[in-house]
């Protein structure tokens, strides 16, 4: 909790409209992720990230007001890309059994973050002081939604009440764990915790309720 003062701005200052500014905009971001998982948050400056740009900090400043605004911008470009993985991955889940469409799931988690886990343990860092909470809800809800398609579609029963809490369950713990290992014990983050998390998974999705008689798909 920070006093005595207001949270930083995090919204960009002016959009690129042209080829030329989405250039600009691109090597900046590029320019600051790689120096935010080389060097952490708080010893990259905006004067380095400009630099290594290849651009002046007033150019820096022209789209972002400081670094939280490129974090915010990071965190929501990793979003988007994990929304658009995932979607890729379910595309003919209809009628995989449970088990392929859940290592599908467990997969792409850890592929959209050991691409640069360095980097992402920074934007995990950060996420609670620059993202708003109705664009993580919106990320989130988006990927529950995919898998409760796939899950519905699959050509396995699954043994919840409810698919959609139950896709929400799912997306949560596979996410939670993913991040907790990343910032606290990277050691796990591997193969061994993606197998750990398949078979916890499948384990709830295919258990019945003591007093449900019957199959719910």
């Known amino acids: 909790m920070t006093f005595g003062r207001n949270p930083p701005t995090v919204t960009p200052r002016r959009r690129p409209r042209q080829a030329r500014s989405s250039l600009t905009v691109d090597a900046i971001l590029e320019a600051a992720s790689i120096l935010f998982a080389k060097d952490g948050f708080d010893a990259t400056s905006t004067t380095r990230i400009a630099e290594r740009a290849g651009v002046s900090v007033g150019s820096l400043y022209e789209y ?23 979607a890729q991955r379910f595309r003919g889940a209809e009628a995989k059994p449970l088990e392929d469409v859940i290592a599908s799931f467990v997969e792409a988690t ?25 664009h993580l809800r919106r990320v989130s809800l988006a990927i529950v939604d995919l898998l409760e398609q796939a899950l519905a579609k699959c050509g396995s029963a699954v043994r919840r009440p409810s698919i959609r809490l139950a896709a929400f369950v799912v997306e949560t713990t596979v996410e939670a764990l993913t991040h907790r290992a990343i910032l606290y014990a990277p050691e796990f983050f591997n193969s061994d915790l993606n197998e750990e998390l398949r078979i916890m998974t499948l384990n709830y999705l295919k258990a019945q309720n003591r007093d449900a008689a019957q199959t719910y798909t």
């Open 110 to 134: 850890h592929e959209a973050y050991a691409e640069n886990m360095r980097l992402h343990r920074v934007l995990l860092e950060q996420m609670g002081k620059v993202s708003r909470p109705h």
């Open 64 to 86: 972002f007001p400081n670094k939280e605004a490129l974090v915010a911008k990071l965190i929501k470009r990793h979003c988007d890309r994990m929304i658009e993985r995932f």
